[in-house]
């Protein structure tokens, strides 16, 4: 996995800040190929409440200027239905968790 433990700790606790502090996060995509360099971080986001759309925007946005890397971030709503991309990527995704 192509994060540092900062990086992990500043993705959770702020996804959590806004989408609740039950939220789990995911990490997929190019990220967590070692032997790849550079992308973006790509996000998947369960919370145990609805996100709208503004409040994605927020985290996004919010990651991306603490990062400074481009984030695209995907929510995975309560009982909406899953869609093949959103399952694409929990196949392939790893749990993001704070590091003591």
């Not at 986001?45 to 996100?51: A, D, F, L, R």
């Not at 409040?55 to 990651?63: F, M």
């Not at 890397?69 to 968790?97: H, R, T, Y």
Request: proline share 7%; hydrophobic share 40%.
């Amino acid at each position: 996995m192509r994060l540092t433990t900062e990086q992990i700790n500043t993705i959770v606790t702020t996804c959590r800040a806004f989408a609740g502090e039950g939220a789990l996060v995911w990490l997929y995509g190019s990220r967590l190929d070692d032997t790849r360099h550079g992308g973006d971080i790509d996000l998947l986001i369960e919370p145990q409440e609805s996100v709208n759309l503004l409040l994605r925007a927020r985290i996004k946005t919010r990651l991306e200027q603490t990062l400074s890397l481009p984030v695209d971030l995907m929510v995975k709503n309560p009982g909406a239905p899953d869609n093949p991309f959103l399952s694409i990527a929990l196949a392939q995704a790893k749990p993001l968790e704070i590091a003591p």
